[in-house]
């Protein structure tokens, strides 16, 4: 047997008994889990000890399709460490493979010829369904680096994906690798083109935070928002194939989810409610609500009247609201005071503390309530906002913008009125004035360059007291606010410090694909680098046929030929159309959200194809795509990026003057 066999052995029985070693791992937490109540001292205990024991036996589960390892460390000092995705130890709790968030894992990512950090050689394994089938060395105390020449990462790189996103863990580069490891307290903007990873990098920014800071994180919360519920099913699997299963994802219409949505606005009426001086509107609006006392307070208790004088009421309204509390807030600091006042003229009286029951009845008496409805009035944010709505008369906004946004006919309440999308995001702000919510430990924020201001500001206020990382490309705004600048974006996020990153070689998208894509960036009127692809494939095919459908059918049945996944791209008005088309020829098709589907073709519409991608993507009349929307070129640059090896173009009508200069067909 040859040295180079030899090794293979070893390392595939290393993988074994990694494997054999992570099952006894997973059946100690099950033993734990099933005699928690008999270990534990009480019940509080054995619950905990319960419910940290299931997300153990979770984090433990294991893949056979997925390797253990992807790399190995051989150090100066002689030591040796497998990389891997999770900490796995043998039974005397020596590591057999240790989690890629490790210090000593950083070396694998950023070891180089020219600072090998104390890396003797850097081995890269090649699995295929879980089976180590290879390996590759870089001495790279001799100087040798492979680099993106490395076949095996190459290949990881390249493979054909099906289903949801993977994670990119053998696959990280160095300036993804410093994003990801960036500080808790950091905010970091990826402006990432095409292709470079940034989402990748952004959940595995998440993880790394997990595993660094676990107790801090998950007592506050680590939050995924992201631009559809299609994107967020396409990355579901990636932070669980991890081990990490506590974090929230939402989209930004779920988040401030707390009207029902019935109705659609016009744009003009949702670009009002989306810029941000709707903020200073409803700020206006509540805080005008407050009044002064006009008369002293009495307040019979038993044989005793109490009495508070104007003076000192004004004076407890007037220090609350220098507080700038949230309005709720400060309410109860009006009421509590008041009460506090109560309380001192009954001990001077009466020569004793009143109890917690005298204290809770003062506070509740008709007097006090009078009082606080007359200088602090109670609301609610969807009450603010119908008020607002049905006159929406202020100095902020122009006669034609209140009219944009009146209620052409106010409902008699405000839970019977028909909300729209962007009313939730004011009823939201309104109730962020009204009552703060929750901050979360860390925020990740993809496809940001779509958020309004005022969706800004509803991530902001959930992550008022931590950094967040924000994933996107100005080139692929497709919203009418979609953002021109970060800069902007960040102030409304509330991190106007925050770094702007820019990623721009892209390891996904093949050079065929983003050389045609680039031809449109002129034509967007954002100020963005162009992507540049290390992948010197790609097919790219057009064809122009007055038969759509058929044309469409015809790549659909080309690219089935070979393996991995395929997104049929078209306007959202074909969609229909082109699903019956193709289920009569026996091609059945899944939606965006079917991303466990057994189907390998996924029909979807321009519009939620942002985020995703595809082996073989097939574009349907891009000319309608363009004609549908204000921003419908940055719509196509989006449609057009979402291929990972091929491209094909089906067209009747004429094709965009950027891309016909090059295309025919």
Known sequence: MSDLDSDLAAERQHLTESRAALKRMRELAEVLFATGDRVAGDAYTAEQLGRHMSRRMRELADDPNTPLFFGRLELSDDNRFHIGRRHVTDAAGEPMVLDWRAPVSRSFYQASAR?????????????????????????????????????????????PRVGPMRDIVATIQPEQDELVRAELGDTICVQGAPGTGKTAVGLHRAAFLLFTHRERLRRSGVLIVGPNTAFLHYIASVLPALGELDVHQSTVDALVDTVPVKAVDTPEAARVKHDAKMAAV????????????????????????????????RRIVDDVRRENPAYGVGRERVRARVVGLLQRQSETRRGDSPSDTWLRRMGRSKPVTALLDQVWPAVTGPELVAELLTDPSTTELTPAEQEAIRWAKPPKTWKSARWTHADAVLVDEANGLIERPTSFGHVVVDEAQDLSPMQCRAIARRSEHAALTVLGDLAQGTAPWAARTWTESLDHLGKPQGRVVPLTTGFRVPAAVLVLANRLLPALAVDVPPAVSLRADGELRVTNDHDVPGATIAAVRRALAIEGSVGVIAPDAAVAGLRTALAEVGIETATADEVEAAERVTLLPATVAKGLEYDHVIIVEPADIVAAEARGLNRLYVVLTRAVSRLDIVHAKA???QLSDTLSG
């Open 115 to 159: 600072d090998p950090q104390g890396v003797r050689t850097r081995r890269r394994f090649g699995f295929v369904k879980g089976r180590l089938t290879s390996f590759e060395d870089e001495h790279l105390d001799r100087g040798e680096e492979l680099g993106t020449a490395s076949r095996i990462l190459t290949a990881e790189i390249e493979r």
């Open 282 to 313: 409803l700020s206006d609006a509540l805080w005008r609500r407050i009044g002064k006392p006009t008369e002293p307070l009495t307040v019979p208790d038993d044989s005793y009247r109490w009495r508070i004088a104007i003076e000192r009421l």
């Open 655 to 657: 094709l965009p003057h």
